[in-house]
């Protein structure tokens, strides 16, 4: 018999759930566009045609005992009629009339099981090649076991890099950069310009075309990934929190920071207010993935986490989006006073506050296009820095 049934029903219960699971996620887009219903009843016909394919092989499984218990209740007739015949011929010994029974009755307890594996091998296989692609999968990043080298310092130095996408398009082209250890730089330019691709660079989540990457005069690709995450903390843009304390949550970064540093840089960040209306304080809980904070203040939140680890390069992206300027001008404040000491790199598209770094680097269309101190670039009435400290003066 076929295991075609099982292996439907595996591919059409796999949609499903990864379908199901979509618009759960999404369910408050689907509210207020209204496509509730209508997804709703994508959802039920996706489930009628897993259900039609698990009664398909329901039916297949029943037929299968059926044929089997009939085959085997046909055979033990049969012999046991003849084992009777030959006892009346005295050819067989009476004794062993129900031994012939038995080694009908043992034979098709050996194979009775056949059919049930034939069934579930659709199963087998589709786990089978799953296991199998997990097991032949390259990386598309590969660290070394051990450092060819040990970093000088916390400088950082991009040279010449290149970044595409899988789809032939280049995020950047052709981008130097270098920070001095301890320096404050800011990475400054329009939403799409290249500035999250070239954190992720920094940090090895993706891999350039050409170019090269280097801490402390020792290329990235030197150094093994336990050193590497050692040297980096970051706030990404999407800040994620884990179903766990708001204190275990900030300790992933330092599990040996204190409540009350917690508390204090929660409160320098504005978050003290929000922290006071926690009904266990550091010991509440968030909503999944951190839907009970506000942009801002899950933005923040990432920050103070990022700001808690003692690794000596800080890397923060856009972690003054959704604040107003007093809000955003304080947190910039406390993130210069804690990276005292520490290379800085700040992506943002807002030129709140950048006065206070070392330099601005101003990345547009993948390429680094003005690179100067704020005070050098504000002078510039055509620089982008100036142009646009302009236009929010407006």
């Known amino acids: 018999m076929s295991h075609y049934p099982t292996s439907q029903w595996q591919a059409l219960n796999s949609r499903l759930r990864a379908q199901l699971i979509e618009r759960l996620d999404a369910l408050p887009e689907l509210l207020l566009y209204g496509r509730w219903h209508a997804e709703t009843a994508t959802l039920t016909k996706a489930q009628r045609q897993r259900d039609a394919a698990e009664c398909h092989t329901a039916r297949v499984w029943g037929l299968s005992q059926w044929l089997s218990q009939t085959l085997l209740g046909l055979t033990l007739a049969i012999t046991l009629a003849l084992a009777a015949w030959l006892t009346s011929l005295g050819s067989l010994d009476s004794t062993l009339i129900a031994l012939m029974g038995l080694t009908v009755l043992a034979g098709f307890e050996a194979i009775s099981l056949l059919p049930q594996a034939w069934q579930t091998l659709g199963r087998v296989l589709h786990a089978a090649r799953r296991l ?5 999968h390259v990386p598309s990043v590969v660290y070394p076991l051990n450092d060819h080298a040990q970093p000088r310092d916390a400088s950082l130095n991009i040279e010449n890099l290149h970044v595409g996408f899988t789809d032939g398009t280049q995020a950047l082209t052709d981008v130097s950069l270098t920070i001095n250890a301890g320096e404050h730089i800011a990475l400054l330019g329009p939403s799409g310009s290249g500035k999250t691709t070239l954190l992720n660079a920094l940090v090895r989540f993706v891999e350039p075309q050409r170019g090269s990457l280097s801490l402390g005069q020792v290329a990235l690709h030197d150094l093994s990934e336990q050193t590497l995450r050692e040297a980096f903390t970051v706030a990404p843009q999407d800040i994620h929190l884990f179903v766990a304390s708001y204190r275990e949550n900030l300790q992933l970064a330092n599990p040996e920071t204190s409540d009350d540093e917690m508390i204090e840089l929660l409160e320098a960040l504005g978050l003290g207010h929000w922290l006071a209306e926690q ?12 839907s009970s904070l506000s942009g801002g203040q899950l933005r923040r939140f990432g920050v103070a986490r990022a700001l808690l680890s003692s690794a000596p390069i800080v890397l923060l992206d856009e972690p003054t989006e959704g604040l107003d300027e007093t809000t955003a001008l304080q947190v910039l404040d406390e993130i210069r006073q804690r990276c005292q000491g520490r290379t800085l790199l700040l992506v943002t598209h807002r ?15 993948g390429r680094l296009q003005e690179m100067g101190t704020p005070q050098a670039l504000l002078a510039k009435p055509d620089s982008y820095f100036s142009a646009l400290n302009r236009r929010i003066a407006l």
């Open 132 to 136: 199998e692609a997990v097991r032949t």
């Open 279 to 290: 009904p266990a304080g550091l010991d509440s809980y968030p909503d999944e993935g951190g």
């Open 351 to 365: 030129p709140i506050g950048l006065v206070r770094l070392d330099r601005i680097a101003v990345l547009d269309a």
